[in-house]
Nanobody, 124 residues
Framework: QVQLVESGGGLVQAGGSLRLSCTFS?????????MAWFRQAPGKEREFVGV????????LYSESVKGRFTVSRDNGKNTAYLQMNSLKPEDTAVYYC????????????????WGQGTQVTVSS
């Protein structure tokens, strides 16, 4: 089994920055899993934010965050990160990290494992 725990959420003013962390634990190696971030605002469906490949650092982002958010990972620390800059009130949501083996995808149903989520609130 895979366990994911997010941290780093909070309240920030528009234009500010936050960095979310996702700590991975499992009997399997972290670098065999693609790591992604999704978010869900009240009354809306879960939305893809970004994803990073297992080991070569390739990333993919949604258009709404491209140029502002960066997904990264440290395979030595079993941790993935989401650096969020130039935050906007519309970025307010619960942010989830997710994992799946081998290849990456930009839709939620492709992911087998999810964290519990961390709240990010951006005030105007």
């Amino acid at each position: 089994q895979v366990q994911l725990v997010e941290s780093g959420g909070g309240l920030v003013q528009a234009g500010g920055s936050l960095r979310l962390s996702c700590t991975f634990s499992s009997g399997r190696s972290f670098d065999t899993y693609v790591m992604a971030w999704f978010r869900q605002a009240p009354g809306k469906e879960r939305e893809f934010v970004g994803v990073i490949s297992r080991s070569d650092g390739r990333t993919l982002y949604s258009e709404s965050v491209k140029g502002r958010f960066t997904v990264s990972r440290d395979n030595g620390k079993n941790t993935a990160y989401l650096q969020m800059n130039s935050l906007k009130p519309e970025d307010t949501a619960v942010y989830y990290c997710a994992a799946r083996p081998l290849t990456y995808a930009d839709y939620a149903s492709a992911y087998d494992y999810w964290g519990q989520g961390t709240q990010v609130t951006v005030s105007s």
